[in-house]
Structure formats: structure tokens, C-alpha cells
């Protein structure tokens, strides 16, 4: 049946499309969390601040995009 199939390939593309944003957000987590040492570290560079910013809210994108799915779909329970 076609619709079968359709229905397939669009699971298997929104599984895919949330393994890569759990790789995303993992990779940006890694990067965010050497900013941050580096602030710590005592670099007052203000363009780490807004890097720091900007890779927050993309994790916080991603943590909400991630959640919608789990739940949509149930999953992890």
C-alpha cells in the first residue's frame, strides 16, 4: 500500500531527525561546557559570553525540540 510506505520512509526520517539532534546537542554540550572553563579560567573576552549565550539557547532548543518528541512518541518510557 502506498500509504504504508509513506508513513515508513516520514518514521524513519523523524527517527533519524531526532538521533541527529541528540548528537548535536551532545557535540554543542561538549563545546559549551570548554567556553565555560575558559571563562573560568579568567578570560574576560566579551565575544565568549555571547558564544557561551548563543550555544545555551541552542542547547535549550534542542533539549525542548527533544522532549516534544519523546513525548509525542512516547518514548523512554
Given at each position: 500500500s502506498p500509504v504504508y510506505h509513506v508513513r515508513l520512509l516520514y518514521a524513519e526520517w523523524q527517527t533519524a531527525r531526532y538521533y541527529s539532534m541528540k548528537d548535536k546537542k551532545r557535540a554543542l554540550s561538549v563545546k559549551l561546557l570548554y567556553l565555560k572553563e575558559l571563562k573560568e579560567g579568567g578570560d574576560k573576552n566579551p565575544q565568549l559570553e555571547t558564544?557561551?549565550?548563543?550555544?545555551?539557547?541552542?542547547?535549550?532548543?534542542?533539549?525542548?525540540?527533544?522532549?516534544?518528541?519523546e513525548r509525542d512518541a512516547n518514548i523512554g518510557e
Open positions: 558564544e557561551i549565550n548563543y550555544l545555551q539557547k541552542r542547547i535549550d532548543n534542542y533539549d525542548r525540540d527533544i522532549h516534544e518528541m
